[in-house]
């Protein structure tokens, strides 16, 4: 639109050239051509008019929906987990995982940040214990790694859903590394674990994880919606790696602490991420990409750009 705005100032430039040196002689066909640019440039005009109003839209809409989402895992952070046994499903991560893949990085991680802040306070308080603690040990790398971990965990996804939904081949790129890593895992995981019955189960365990995952990839990657699921296997995986690399590094007395002379990775793996790692990530691969194909539909049948 700017190059034809440009082509038409430069068509009036040349018109009035014409006018006044070229064609003096014959006013009437020169008027007509500089009858023929005053409209389209009047056109020009609307159309700039037209366009800046569609931006204005989708700002609104954006911070609209950036709000709503907010509010959102504000109130489920705050709320908490709904219970299933002695285990807690959260459903915080969908909003920051949904708002990420429709607003994009700078939205997604302003969401992640406020999830970091909330966790943060929640912590403060004493509404999460163990995150009490570790405020207590370490205020400053406690709010670093709670705003750390919360701004990954919305800005990835927006990254990667617009790296492989641009580039089908990216996913196959991610399954591979994302592989290597699972089995170099497992390898320091089965050599921190002591020898005997306790390897071989980590093994066992390992092996399941392992293969629930490769099938999981399998068929996310047969769906012509990869780049949905691949976002929001993400934002689990950063938040809840952040954290236990973050506690492996600045706060690894008090995980000895927790351990209680048991190897410390083997309890961060166990202990800090355990079932409810895997159910946070089953929620958010389950329920974001549904949610925000249904807002995305929705919104183009309302006459959005989607």
């Known amino acids: ?17 014409w006018r006044i040196s070229v064609f003096p002689r014959h006013p009437a066909l020169t008027n007509r051509a500089f009858g023929a640019i005053i409209k389209m440039d009047i056109f020009t005009g609307q159309a700039a008019t037209y366009m800046n109003t569609e931006k204005k839209k989708n700002l609104t809409l954006k911070i609209t929906l950036t709000a709503i989402f907010a509010a959102l895992i504000v109130v ?22 949904v708002g990420a893949i429709l607003l994009g990085p700078v939205y997604g991680l302003v969401l992640g940040l406020i999830f970091g802040i909330i ?3 929640l912590s403060l308080i004493g509404r999460d214990p163990g995150g009490y603690l570790v405020f207590a040990a370490n205020p400053f790398m406690a ?3 709670c705003l750390l971990k919360g701004a990954m965990a919305g800005l990835l996804p927006a990254l990667f859903f617009r790296l492989f939904n641009e580039r089908k081949a990216a996913p196959y790129v991610l399954a591979g590394i994302s592989g290597v890593f699972l089995f170099l895992g497992g390898v320091a995981f089965s050599s921190s674990a002591e020898g005997g019955t306790k390897s071989v189960i980590a093994g066992a365990v390992l092996s399941l994880v392992a293969a629930g995952y490769l099938i999981l990839v399998y068929f996310a990657l047969k769906s012509d919606k990869a780049a949905y699921y691949i976002a929001s296997m993400t934002a689990p995986v950063a938040n809840t790696g952040i954290f236990i690399i973050g506690m492996m590094l600045f706060f690894r007395p008090l995980l000895e602490t927790w351990a209680g002379g048991s190897d410390v990775f083997v309890y961060a793996i166990t202990g800090l991420a355990g079932i409810n790692f895997l159910i946070e990530f089953a929620v958010a691969v389950i329920f974001a990409p549904s949610v925000a194909l249904i807002i995305k539909n929705a919104n183009k049948a309302l006459g959005g750009k989607g």
């Open 1 to 17: 639109m700017r190059r034809f705005v440009k082509m038409c100032d430069m068509k009036k430039v040349i018109a009035c050239f």
């Open 76 to 97: 489920l952070q705050v709320v908490g987990g709904i219970p299933a046994g002695p285990f807690s499903i959260t459903l915080t991560l969908v909003p920051i995982v």
């Open 119 to 121: 966790v943060s306070i």
């Open 143 to 145: 709010w670093a790694l």
